[in-house]
């Protein structure tokens, strides 16, 4: 089985691989379509008012807002929309995802996105021809099957933890600690914690996207970009990282605030001095007392 999984991964990457060779000559990026895909407007810094105009054509999903515009929103992280992760839940809109759109060309995508397709899915006013570009390089070159990596049922990786490990202790440690407790995603919100272990486990498809991608404005290494300080990963690389990550510690242990008591013996509450700080005490007490006796005989 596992040897099945990994030959159907490596044929996804091999195909990726020469998918973004293809598309290169045109400018698109994938990694950066990837962020563009998550959060676009922390992309490229736009700040999109009220509902995105599709939203009030669903009723299942209740957010409102700069969230109604992100992409994964409306098409999941697992890019299956409606008929993935997505599907049911608080974040179910309907809507379809873009695993389809995979084998559609840029050209087609960009015009789609340009709203010519639904006059209500036009992102031409906030984002350059160049975003839409990368947005639809990550479409044809990117998305994967995420199934062939992450169950849907019960969002267990199929990746090889201690492989992975050594991957994370290299790359991702350095900012997130060895345990995935350094960096508090949700500090400074009302939100609690979040952390490495958190997401792998709670949403991995999100982290996956984000392992690959980068996190929008954030100087995070992306493994879709080849030119990042580790180079590209494999699809196989990535899961091992992802399978790691879900063994990590989902939030910090509980801090102690016991007080320090000092040592008794004996059952007595009175501290105990050091031995040599109280021969010290009865020495200068001795010399008082034999100065003093000197000074009553002079």
């Known amino acids: 089985m596992r040897r099945s999984i990994a030959l159907a991964l490596t044929l996804m990457f091999v195909v990726s691989l020469l998918l973004v060779v293809v598309v290169a000559a045109q400018g698109g990026s994938a990694q950066r379509g990837g962020q563009l895909y998550d959060n676009w407007f922390k992309v490229v810094g736009a700040s999109p008012t009220g509902n995105m105009p599709l939203w009030a054509t669903q009723s299942t999903n209740t957010r409102s ?17 409606v008929d993935g992760v997505y599907g049911s839940g608080s974040h179910k809109t309907g809507f379809p995802g873009v695993y389809a759109a995979r084998t559609k060309s840029v050209d087609d995508i960009v015009a789609a996105l ?14 350059s021809d160049a975003d ?24 267990a990786v199929k990746g090889n933890a201690t492989d992975g490990k050594a991957l994370y202790d290299s790359t991702c440690a350095a900012c997130h600690g060895a345990d995935g407790l350094a960096i508090d995603f949700h500090a400074g919100t009302d939100e609690g914690p979040e952390f490495v272990g958190t997401v792998a ?77 109280a021969i010290a005490g009865l020495a200068l007490l001795g010399l ?10 002079s």
Not at 233 to 240: C, I, K, N, R, Y
Not at 241 to 254: C, I, S
């Open 288 to 297: 008082g007392l034999y100065r003093r006796t000197l000074l009553q005989n």
């Open 114 to 127: 340009k709203g010519g397709t639904n006059a209500d899915h036009d992102f031409s006013a906030d984002m």
């Open 65 to 81: 807002g700069e969230d109604t515009w992100r992409c994964k929103e409306c098409h999941g992280w697992d890019y299956k929309g």
């Open 201 to 277: 486990n709670e949403n991995p498809w999100e982290l996956f996207n984000k392992i690959r991608s980068g996190q929008p404005g954030e100087a995070m290494p992306a493994q879709l970009d080849p030119s990042s300080m580790t180079g590209s990963w494999t699809l196989d690389e990535v899961s091992d990282v992802l399978a790691y990550a879900q063994t990590l510690p989902e939030e910090r242990a509980a801090a102690t605030s016991a007080p320090t008591e000092l040592p008794t013996t004996g059952g007595s509450e009175l501290p105990v001095l050091p031995l040599g700080l």
């Open 132 to 155: 839409l570009t990368d947005l639809a390089t990550f479409i044809t070159t990117a998305v994967v099957d995420t199934d062939l990596i992450i169950d849907p049922a019960t969002k």
